[in-house]
């Protein structure tokens, strides 16, 4: 089973940048979407960032024109650039496979995880 191990997290001061960084330990076939998810304590996880494979994303409103969704196929390494942080952007970030195909009418689908990297933004 492929694993996905997610780095950069830390401690940033507000109007700081990280780099989250997301590497699979194989090759994922398959692939519809890459995701970025984050979760606070006592809330669902949310969903910040999409990439699909012919490079569109999508961004959740709060984190548009600061974040930064993109890979690098050649490392099998998924990245979010996060700009100008808030102190509302601290959470536990984690890195999503999402895999899709079918064979014949049976679709066959699977969600690979990390087990996620914290980001506190704080002064």
């Known amino acids: 089973q492929v694993q996905l191990v997610e780095s950069g997290g830390g401690l940033v001061q507000p109007g700081g940048s990280l780099r989250l960084s997301c590497t699979a330990s194989?090759?994922?076939?398959?692939?519809?979407?890459m995701n970025w998810y984050r979760q606070t304590p006592g809330k669902e996880r949310e969903l910040v960032a999409s990439?699909?494979?012919?490079?569109?994303?999508t961004y959740v409103d709060s984190v548009k024109d600061r974040f930064t969704i993109s890979r690098d196929s050649a490392k099998n390494t998924l990245y979010l650039q996060m700009d100008s942080l808030k102190p509302e952007d601290t959470a536990v970030y984690y890195c999503?496979?999402?895999?899709?195909?079918?064979?014949?009418?049976?679709?066959?689908?699977?969600?690979?995880w990390g087990r996620g990297t914290q980001v506190t933004v704080s002064s």
């Open positions: 999503n496979i999402y895999t899709w195909t079918h064979k014949g009418w049976t679709p066959y689908s699977n969600n690979y």
């Open positions: 194989g090759t994922i076939y398959y692939i519809n979407t």
């Open positions: 990439l699909t494979t012919d490079g569109s994303t």
